[in-house]
C-alpha cells in the first residue's frame, strides 16, 4: 500500500506516512497493554502524548536564562507555598479530629496556601512571559539530546498515570472512561495556556534534531557521491544534468532524513513489541488475562485487581508517553492546540479495535491500516468531490460547500469501520492468541 | 391430566449440564414442593419450565400444549409467574407500583386484583405509598408474592419464598401460600425449609444431583425413612 | 454613595455574572444529563456519542430554521428555531432509534460486556461528528433571531439608578422556561403513565421486568426517543444561548456526565441537580469577583488581582474535580443512584 503511495503520489509522502505509522503503532501497543491485557477503557489517551511530548520539548529546548533569573525565585517560592500547603494539609487531616472543626481548618488551610501560590505564581508568570515574548517567553528546557526525552517521556507518563490510578482505578469501567476523557482535557488546557512552561498555543518550535538537516546533507560530499551513485547507475552510466541532479539531492535528502527517522523508529516499534510479546505470554501477562475475564473469580484467588490494573495502566501509559516524545520529535516543534481528543485518543482506539485487542502484531498492524485510511481518505474525499463538482456550476454553493467539508469524510469513515469490525469481527484482524492454559 | 409437566428436562447454562433426565409436574390448585440438598438443581429444574436454560432434552406442557420452543416472556403472558430468589421486588418502586409493574400485561381494570393481593396481604395494603426497598424481608416477599399474583397466573412458582425470613414470617408465609392455593392456582415452590414446606405441600419432588430421587405426596415423603435420614435431618 | 447601595450593586452584579448564566447554563447542562442518566439506567452504558447526539438535533434545527426564514415564516419576538425544535426532534429521535437497531440492538441480543457498548458509542460519536460537520461544516453559526434582550442593562441602570446593569435575555429566560417543562413532563412520564412506570422498573430490576412481560425493546426505544428529544433541547437551547459550533458539543460530554455522576446515575432529578450543581461551579470558579468584593469591603478596599480562583479555560478542570470529590466522598451521587 505504502509503495503505491510511494510511485502515485511521492516516495516523501510514503515515508512520512510510514513513520507516523510507526508512532501510532507505538500508541497502540502502549493502549493494547492496557485495554487488550487488561480490559481497561483509557479515553485519555492524549494525556500521555501530550506529556510525552512536553517532556521532549523541555529535555532538548535550550533554558532560557533570563527568564530563570526574572521569574526563577517567584516560581520557586510558589512551589514552596504549595508544598508547605500540602504537608499543612495533611498535618491537619491526622491530627485533627474529625468533624466539622476539621472540614474548616481544612477549608481555611487551602484557601490561604492557595493564596500565596496564587501571589508567586502570577508574579513569577508575569515576569517570565515578559521575556522576549515573541521568541520565548517561557524558561525553556534542559538543552539535552531530544533522543533522550523518549525516556525521559515514558517516565513522566508514567509518573501521570500513578497519579490518575490513583483517583480513578478501582471504578467501574464507565467512571474510569469518564474520569480519563477529563484528566486529559485538563491536561491539554494546562498546556495551553501555561505559557511560562509551554509557551501555550504559540508553540515552541526548532526543537534540535537527532538526525541531519536536509540542507546540510545537500552540502556533505558523502551525500553527494551517494545519490550519484544511486542515480547514476539507474542510468546505465551516463551523466545526469545539473538540473536533474539538483532535484534528485533536494528529494533524496527529504527521503534520507525520514529514512533516519524510520531506522530510529523501527527499532522502538521492535524493542516495545518484543517486551510486549514477552510480557503478555509470561505469567504475568497470564494473569491479568484473567483477571480480564473473570475478576471475581481472579480477585477471590487472592489477585489484587487494582494494584495489577495500576501496573499495567502504568506502563500502558508509559508506551504512549514514548510515542508522544517520538512524534515531538518528528514534527520538530511542540504544538499544543494540535492535540485533539479524536485524533490523539479515539483514533488509537480504532487502531486496536480493528487490529485485534490483545494482539500487539495485530495493534501494529491496526495502527498502520488505521492511520493510513485516516491520511488517505482526505485526498480520496476530495477527488470523490472534485468528479461530483464536474457536474455543478462553478457559482454553485454547493460546490464550495462540499470542498470544504470533504475532509470530513474520514470521521465517517473512521466511525463505520469502527462500528463494522466491532459487530462483525470483535477480535479485530488478529485475534489473541488462544490462552495456552490458566 | 396434569397442567403443567416438564418431562426428561436435561439441561444447564451453557456449561455441563445441571439437571438430568428430570420431571416436574403441578395441577391446578395443588402446591408442589422441590427440595433436595444443595446443588441438587432444584432452581434450576424450575428454571427450566419457564424457558430460562438451555434444553437439551425433555419437553414442558402447560394444559396440555407443548411450549418448550417458547420464550420466558410467552410463558408469563401465558399464565406462569414467577418470584425469584433475590431481587425479586422493584426497589425504588412503591409497593403500589410494583403491583401495578405485575399488571403491566394486563389491559383491564386492575383495581379488584389488586384489593385481593391487600386482603391476602393487609400489611402491604397500609404500606403501598412506601418505597419496596424500606420494607423488611419478610414485607418484601410478600410484596413479590403479590407482584406475581397480579399477572393472574394460573401457575405460581416460587424460588425459596422463605429464604432469609424468620420462622413466624415464614409460618405466616406458608399460610398466605395455602390461601392461594385455594384460588385454585397451581403452586410450585422450591424449598430449603423442606419439613415445614412439605408439611403444606400436596405433593413433593426430591431432587439429588440433577435428577429425581423421591416423587410422593407430602405426607408420604415425610413419612420415609430414608427421606427424613438423608434430607430432613433425622 | 451609602453602603446599602453598594450591596444592592454587589447584588446586581453577582446576578448578572453568576447566577443567571449559571441557571441557564445549567438547565442546558441538566437537559442533556438527564438523557445521558437515562441512557444509562436502562441500556447500562455512558454514552459517548450524547454530545454528538446534542450537535446532530441543533444542526437539524438550524436548518430548518433557514428554511423557514426563507419562506418568511417567523415567530415574531421568539425565535424562528422554536417553530423548527418540534421536527428537528422528530429527525434526531429517527436517527437515534436507527441507531439503536443497528449498532446497538445486537450487542443487546447478544449480552455483551457495558465496555463493549461504551466502545461501540465512541465509534458512532465519530460517525456523528463527521456527518455534522459534513453537513453544516465547521463554523461558528449564531441563528438566534426575534428579540434578544428582556432587560437591557442600560435600560436597567437607568430605572433603578444602580451603577451595575442587569442584562436578562430571552434565551435565557426560554431556556428555563422550557427546561422546567421538559423535565415536568418528563417526571409525569415516568411517575403517571404505563410506560413510564416501565422503564423506571425496567431500570430498577431488568430480570423481574422481563418477568413481570415489559417489552425490553420498547423501553430501549422510548429511552432513545426521550434521549434525543432532550438532546435536541439541550443543544438548540445552548447554540441560541451561544452560537452553535460542532466542535463545543463535543467538550460538553465531559460536563454533562460530570452532571449525571454527580446527581447519582440512573437518577433523573438527580442529574437535574448535578448540572446545576456543575454549571454553578464552574460559572463561581472562573469569575473574577474583583469588582464585587470592591462593592462589599468596607472603604477603599480593593483587591489587587481578579480575585479569580480559575481562569475561564479551566473551566473542565472544576466538572472534573467535581466528579473526583464524588468519586471519592460519596460514590452514589446525591441520589443514591447505581454505583458504576
Partial sequence: MLTIVGFGQSWNVALAIFNLCLISAVMSMGLNMQWGYAGLFNAGIMASTAIGGLTAMLISYSPVTKAWSVGGTSLSAALISLLLTIVAGILVWKKMAKGSKRSWSMTAVVLIGYAFIRFFYEEATFAIEAVDPAKTGFLGGLGLPILFSWLAGGLAAAGLAWLIGRIALGLRSDYFAIATLGISEIMISILKNEDWLSRGVKNVTGLARPVPYEVDLQQAEWFKNLVQWFYGTADDGSAVSADIMREAMQLSAGVFVKLCYSALFVTVVLIILGLATRALNSPWGRMMRAIRDNETAASAMGKDITSRHRQVFIIGSAVIGISGAMLTTLDGQFTPGSYIPLRFTFLIWVMVIIGGSGNNLGAIIGAFITWFVWIEAEPSALWLVSQINVFLAESNPLRQHLQEVAPHMRMVLMGLIMVLVLRFRPKGILPEEAPDHY | MTYLIGENLTGGYGGPDIIKDCTLSVDKGEIVVVVGPNGAGKSTAMKALLGMLKLHGGSVKLDGQDITGMTTQQRVARGMAFVPQNQNVFVTMTVEENLEMGAYLRHDDITENKEQVYDLFPILKTKRRQVAGELSGGQRQQVAVGRALMTKPTVLMLDEPTAGVSPIVMDELFDRIIEVKRSGIAILMVEQNARQALNIADRGFVLVTGENRFTDTGEALLANEEVRKSFLGG | ?340
Avoid: C
Fill in chain 3, 1 to 340: 454613595m451609602d453602603y446599602s447601595t453598594d450591596l444592592l450593586n454587589a447584588l446586581v452584579l453577582i446576578t448578572n455574572y453568576v447566577l443567571i448564566p449559571s441557571i441557564s447554563y445549567g438547565s442546558q447542562l441538566a437537559l442533556g444529563a438527564v438523557g445521558v442518566t437515562l441512557v444509562f439506567g436502562i441500556l447500562r452504558f455512558a454514552n459517548f456519542a450524547h454530545g454528538e447526539m446534542m450537535a446532530f438535533g441543533t444542526m437539524a434545527t438550524i436548518f430548518i430554521t433557514w428554511w423557514f426564514q426563507s419562506m418568511g415564516v417567523s415567530m415574531g419576538v421568539f425565535p424562528t428555531a422554536l417553530l423548527a425544535l418540534p421536527f428537528a426532534i422528530l429527525i434526531t429521535t429517527l436517527l437515534a432509534v436507527a441507531i439503536d437497531r443497528s449498532v446497538f440492538s445486537f450487542y443487546r441480543a447478544s449480552k455483551s460486556k457495558p465496555v463493549t457498548f461504551v466502545v461501540a458509542s465512541v465509534g458512532v460519536m465519530f460517525m456523528l461528528n463527521g456527518l455534522v460537520r459534513i453537513l453544516i461544516g465547521t463554523d461558528e453559526i449564531i441563528f438566534r433571531d426575534g428579540q434578544k434582550f428582556l432587560i437591557k442593562a442600560g435600560a436597567f441602570k437607568k430605572m433603578t439608578g444602580l451603577s451595575e446593569g442587569l442584562a436578562l435575555k430571552q434565551t435565557q429566560v426560554l431556556t428555563f422556561v422550557l427546561a422546567v417543562i421538559a423535565v415536568l413532563a418528563l417526571f409525569w412520564f415516568l411517575q403517571r403513565t404505563r410506560t413510564g412506570k416501565a422503564m423506571r422498573a425496567f431500570s430498577d430490576n431488568e430480570d423481574l421486568a422481563l418477568l413481570s412481560g415489559i417489552n425490553p425493546e420498547l423501553v430501549v426505544m422510548v429511552t432513545w426517543i426521550i434521549a434525543a428529544s432532550l438532546a435536541t433541547l439541550a443543544g438548540v437551547l445552548y447554540g441560541l444561548d451561544k452560537s452553535f459550533k460542532p466542535m463545543v458539543y463535543f467538550h460538553l460530554l465531559l460536563p454533562i456526565f460530570a452532571a449525571a455522576i454527580v446527581g447519582g446515575i440512573g437518577q433523573p432529578l438527580g442529574a437535574i441537580l448535578g448540572g446545576y450543581v456543575v454549571a454553578f461551579s464552574e460559572i463561581t470558579a472562573t469569575y473574577a469577583f474583583k469588582k464585587f468584593i470592591k462593592y462589599i469591603a468596607p472603604s477603599d478596599f480593593a483587591p489587587e488581582g481578579l480575585t479569580q480562583f480559575l481562569t475561564t479555560e479551566y473551566k473542565f478542570a472544576v466538572s472534573f474535580f467535581i466528579l473526583v470529590l464524588v468519586l471519592l466522598v460519596r460514590p452514589t451521587g446525591i441520589l443514591r443512584g447505581r454505583v458504576l
